[in-house]
């Protein structure tokens, strides 16, 4: 029992001591990255630091505002002492042609910089810092991500230095929504779940510094390419996120649409005709009911109106009695002898002297067609009024 009393009790003091001795790091660290002024005492200067994944720095000042009309010079040494070998930049960074700041190689932990007239003689500005508290680190790499249902878990290769002092942040969200969601996790890895597999969402991920344990700044790392996916299928972009079953009922609608034009098209179609044919009827050609007239009789008229006079006695007979037939019969056998009539004065002959014999009148009368009847005539209807001409 003392023995796990006195463990007990060892483990929080360990706890503290550690957690001590932290603070006195940061304390120390934060320190030693204070500005350290060389001109005057005073740190008036606002520089901004930035290094980028611990291999480049970047160091820059508000020129126009603190050096207007003069272009000042820039020198940088790495490491702790009093022999330091200042080295003077190489790479400037202009705003209107004056030296705003300077690109250079991370070569450690410690810097000091000293900002100083144009040739280097007059010392305006000095600093010391720690260059590890001003990291941005480098976009996430290689990342992947893995589906299972409607969870999600990226991740991404993890960087070989001080991987404990970076967050993981994910952020997403679908075609619906006007603001990102965000996930963050420890170094590299987070997952999330509650994905509708109907939507499309876009994704991207970025690094971020720990503040204050790593850095004095936030710094975080640009945002990775951002990608598409929709129930774990990876898409080009959000506007191709239809399905092949959207994409069939597109089809299938589109069919039925052509098929129902074509349908309006085809009843249109027997419509107008069928106005055509009311509106403008079809004119017979005249030819191919007088095709024996000219074929036959060469034009001849009379030699094809005897020809055809049968024709028109079978007309005639629908309008007679039987006893009267025989009499329009022998008629017709002596009109033939008589001086040349036309075929109908030949058929239907009248005498003056009807009106001295009744019987013979009633005779005739039966011959006669009541007033505009209509007889079929070599495929014609031929009207014949009461005076027995015939109209066309």
Request: net charge negative.
């Amino acid at each position: 029992m003392k023995k796990i009393k006195s463990v007990c009790c060892v483990i929080p003091t360990m706890r503290l001591f550690f957690q001590a001795y932290s603070m006195i790091f940061i304390l120390g660290n934060m320190v030693a990255s204070q500005s350290q002024s060389s001109a005057g005492g005073e740190d008036a200067i606002n520089t901004t630091i930035i290094n980028f994944n611990n291999e480049k720095m970047q160091i820059t000042w508000p020129t126009r505002d603190l050096f207007p009309n003069e272009n000042v010079s820039f020198f940088y040494t790495f490491g702790e002492g009093t022999n330091k070998v200042w080295k003077p930049c190489t790479t400037y960074l202009l705003d209107q042609d004056y030296n705003s700041g300077c690109l250079f190689k991370t070569e450690g932990p410690t810097l000091s910089i000293s900002i100083r007239n144009s040739n280097g003689s007059d010392v305006l500005f000095s600093k010391n810092l720690k260059a590890d508290f001003y990291i941005k680190p480098s976009p996430p790499e290689n990342v992947t991500f893995y589906w299972e249902e409607d969870t999600v878990t990226v991740s991404c290769n993890k960087p070989k230095r001080n991987a404990w002092c970076l967050r993981f942040e994910l952020q997403y969200k679908s075609k619906f929504d006007k603001e990102w969601q965000s996930r963050t996790s420890k170094c590299c890895s987070v997952g999330e779940q509650g994905f509708d597999p109907r939507k499309c969402y876009s994704f991207r991920v970025r690094l971020r510094r720990l503040v204050p344990y790593c850095n004095v700044v936030k710094y975080s790392s640009d945002w990775a390419a951002e990608t598409f996916w929709m129930n774990g299928t990876l898409l080009d972009s959000c506007d191709d996120d239809r399905t092949p079953q959207s994409k069939t009922v597109i089809v299938l609608s589109c069919s039925l649409a052509v098929l129902l034009m074509m349908l309006i098209l085809l009843i249109l179609l027997c419509k107008w005709q069928r106005v055509q044919m009311s509106v403008l009827p079809a004119i017979p050609d005249p030819k191919y009911p007088f095709a024996d007239l000219f074929n036959d009789h060469n034009g001849n008229l009379q030699e094809w109106l005897d020809k055809n006079d049968h024709m028109v006695l079978q007309t005639k007979m629908e309008y007679e009695d039987p006893e009267s037939i025989t009499e329009a019969e022998s008629q017709q056998e002596d009109g033939k002898n008589s001086d040349k009539q036309g075929p109908l004065e030949k058929i239907f002959t009248f005498s003056g002297a009807t009106e001295n014999n009744d019987s013979k009148a009633a005779e005739i009368a039966c011959l006669i067609p009541a007033p505009n009847t209509t007889a079929p005539f070599a495929g014609f209807h031929i009207l014949m009024n009461d005076d027995m001409y015939v109209m066309l």
